[in-house]
């Protein structure tokens, strides 16, 4: 089983609509973890840190649920600046690398 | 505030030549990490730099290596290049080891025939 797994997407949605991806992840130790986003051919940037159970910005919310050992990332009010790849990366206390899905890609049309 | 930078944007390689790549890292942070990232894929660890000295080493043979200066710079060497290397090269600083959020530079794209 892969560390951490993401379905690649597409998700192709219009535009105000509530889209949610999920990452499993293999490592039960993980309590915290990022989502960044990747812009097509650009360099991934930070979009939520979460040290909880989970956090909202504004449209953005993330949640961890530790049993089924997933991170979920929904976006409400879509919009066509959205349009990105969004890779999840669940943090191990012990390792100084981290370590990215595959990320899923998000498509949304006008 | 001086985001990370790398250099070149794009390069363009033979099989079997060497490539070096320069990164300047987040004015403060004093952690560099390089990642490899092939299309589709997500960034893979090839490696940190914490004080001059690499602390950590992901699956990536030993042509791979690089350097940290004491202005907390870096560089990526690869010897021997070969077709698979063709990727998108990020370096990312940071101001801890261990989990702290990476910030990436624009990366640079190697294209090796």
């Known amino acids: 089983r892969k560390e951490v797994e993401q379905d690649p997407g597409p998700f192709n949605v219009p535009e105000g609509a509530t889209v949610a991806f999920n990452c499993t992840y293999s490592?039960?130790?993980?309590?915290?973890f990022f989502w960044y986003r990747q812009d097509c051919r650009k360099e991934p940037k930070l979009l939520m840190s979460?040290?909880?159970s989970g956090n909202e910005d504004g449209r953005f919310t993330a949640q961890l649920n530790r049993a089924s050992q997933y991170i979920s990332l929904l976006i409400r009010d879509s919009k066509l600046s959205d349009s990105a790849t969004y890779l999840c990366v669940p943090l191990d206390t012990g390792r100084r690398a981290l370590t990215f899905g595959s990320g899923t890609r998000l498509q949304v049309q006008p | 505030e001086t985001g990370v930078t790398q250099s070149p944007t794009h390069l363009i390689k033979t099989r079997g030549q060497q490539v070096t790549l320069r990164c300047s890292s987040q004015?403060?942070?004093?952690?560099v990490s390089w990642y490899q990232q092939a299309l589709g894929q997500g960034p893979q660890f090839i490696f940190q730099?914490?004080?001059?000295?690499?602390?950590g080493r992901g699956n990536f043979p030993p042509r791979f290596s690089g350097l940290q200066f004491p202005n907390y710079s870096s560089e990526l060497n690869v010897n021997a290049l070969e077709l698979d290397d063709s990727a998108l090269y990020l370096c990312?600083?940071?101001?801890?080891?261990?989990?702290?959020?990476?910030?990436f530079g624009n990366g640079t794209r190697l294209t090796v025939t």
């Open positions: 730099y914490y004080r001059e000295e690499e602390n």
């Open positions: 004015s403060g942070h004093n952690t």
């Open positions: 490592n039960s130790a993980s309590q915290s």
């Open positions: 990312a600083s940071s101001l801890g080891q261990y989990n702290s959020p990476l910030h």
């Open positions: 979460v040290y909880s």
